[in-house]
């Protein structure tokens, strides 16, 4: 089994990684491997990752934008062999997720459903796949039609095109997650002037989606968790 993370660009700096393999190993129990794709020559190099069990990938093809990178997950290519956790770096794992990683069966796709559910995607923040099945439902049809993909604004809403068609697609417990922003996925989207910041007791990752990110959080909560 394999916990997946990606690190692209210079959106984030290399702490959130560090930080992201610190709160898996406090919070899995499953035994795993941590893997990090990256664009990164060097990220392998310093001295904060030196002690780390990290399997640093480089991605095989340098044509993908940003974020649109998290699609060559479901590449043959990226030889990610039985069940893979995905998760995005600004998220702060608050309890055990050995349940994300052993929800569902092998042939299941296991998307979070998106904070907003009038938008009826997945948010791509947090995901289980297994490149058995999954390489042929995402990346075969996305290569296919890579063009007629470029409209959409988000690897969200083209993975949620492509996996929600699917039976053996499911998600994840809403309960599991929760927006550090909006809180749950009740009402309505609330204005910044309304955003509380509160941690729900039953959620296990909260996330970061948009701004602000972990590493701009002032609450005592967040401070104390990502480390």
Not at 31 to 41: A, G, L, N, Q, V
Not at 55 to 73: P, S, T, V
Not at 176 to 203: I, L, V
Request: glycine share 4%; with cysteine; aromatic share 16%.
């Amino acid at each position: 089994m394999n916990f997946v993370c990606v690190y692209y660009g210079d959106k984030y700096i290399f702490k959130y990684v560090e930080v992201l393999y610190n709160m898996v190993k406090r919070n899995l129990t499953i035994p795993h491997k941590f893997i990090c794709f990256t664009d990164s020559t060097v990220i392998h190099r310093r001295k904060e990752f030196k002690t780390k069990d990290i399997e640093w990938r480089q991605f095989k093809r340098h044509d993908f934008e940003g974020w649109f990178n998290k699609m060559q997950l479901f590449s043959p290519d990226s030889k990610l062999e039985g069940n893979n956790l995905y998760m995005d770096l600004d998220v702060v794992i608050m309890k055990n997720i050995d349940c994300f990683l052993t929800y569902g069966e092998d042939h299941n796709f296991v998307g979070m459903n998106d904070f907003n559910p009038q938008t009826g995607l997945f948010n791509s923040s947090i995901m289980k796949f297994n490149n058995k099945t999954t390489s042929k439902l995402i990346w075969e049809p996305y290569m296919k039609n890579r063009g007629d993909y470029k409209r959409m604004t988000g690897d969200q809403n083209i993975i949620s095109d492509l996996i929600k068609k699917h039976k053996d697609t499911i998600s994840f417990p809403d309960s599991w997650t929760q927006s550090y922003k909006w809180f749950n996925r009740e009402g309505n989207r609330y204005h910044s002037s309304n955003w509380t910041f509160e941690q729900d007791p039953n959620a296990k990752v909260c996330v970061f989606h948009g701004s602000p990110n972990p590493s701009d959080s002032k609450e005592s909560w967040v401070i104390d968790l990502w480390k």
